[in-house]
């Protein structure tokens, strides 16, 4: 057991979270029990998570996304007043991490995504530090790379045939990160994989002669917020439950 300050002091220490301009609030973002036991984690802080945390009597929820985003209606009514009074209702925290939680060289999205396709990281894919390059150990087809994606994450990737038929040196970015090709394709990689993908990455795809995979956006993410919570747990002594909403996107 922690306290729930202490707890929140050393995650915004670990992720380095005052450094990052970030679209939403990191860290607390609602305040429960005043001591942690029992954790859960997971992707997005939908109703659905909050009821499995409710039932599994946890004292804080984690998460990859958070509330309070830039640009969203700041009034607390409908769907954002039932997840809250859900919440407060339960006396449960929500702590939140976005880019930091992209970002972090071992717990980070993208650190865990290397490591589970077992590429071997040469740098930051940008100045932001959020996306990584790297490369296989050898040249595989394009083809069989998709394959890898679909057997680790549990998710079939949308595959933009792009560059030659081998690829070897690639650059990742969790989530909606398809814009990040373009550094990818500065870099003169063989192939660039985010989580989401929109009409016009297909052109630059094609025209740029790169291969782009977009495994998902959920799929992308659980790595980093379970790899977190597996790390507090041992830390602090918590009981963790990372709790997988399946969402297709």
Request: charge should be negative.
């Amino acid at each position: 057991m922690v306290s729930l300050d202490k707890l929140v002091d050393y995650c915004n220490q670990l992720l380095d979270a005052g450094r990052f301009r970030d679209y939403a609030p990191n860290g607390l973002q609602v305040q429960g029990r005043d001591r942690v036991a029992r954790l859960v984690t997971g992707v997005t802080a939908s109703r659905a998570l909050i009821e499995q945390a409710v039932a599994l009597e946890a004292d804080a929820i984690l998460v990859h996304h958070g509330y309070f985003w830039k640009g969203e209606d700041r009034c607390v009514v409908g769907l954002k007043r039932d997840r809250l009074a859900l919440l407060l209702e339960h006396g449960i925290s929500l702590i939140a991490y976005h880019l930091p939680l992209d970002a972090h060289p071992q717990l980070g999205n993208n650190a865990v995504l290397a490591r589970e396709l077992e590429l071997a990281v040469d740098g930051p894919l940008n100045a932001e530090g959020i996306g990584l390059h790297g490369r296989l150990d050898a040249p595989v087809d394009a083809a069989l790379f998709a394959e890898r994606l679909r057997r680790v994450l549990l998710h079939t990737p949308l595959h933009i045939p792009g560059g030659p038929e081998s690829i070897q040196r690639i650059g990742w970015c969790t989530g909606a990160a398809q814009d990040y090709i373009e550094q990818a394709v500065a870099l003169g990689l063989d192939a660039f994989v985010s989580g989401e993908v929109s009409e016009r990455t297909t052109h630059m795809a094609r025209e740029a002669g790169i291969h782009y995979y977009a495994a998902g956006h959920h799929a992308t993410e659980r790595g980093g917020v379970r790899a977190l919570g597996a790390h507090l747990a041992a830390h602090f002594g918590l009981e963790h439950r990372f709790v997988d909403v399946p969402n297709p996107v």
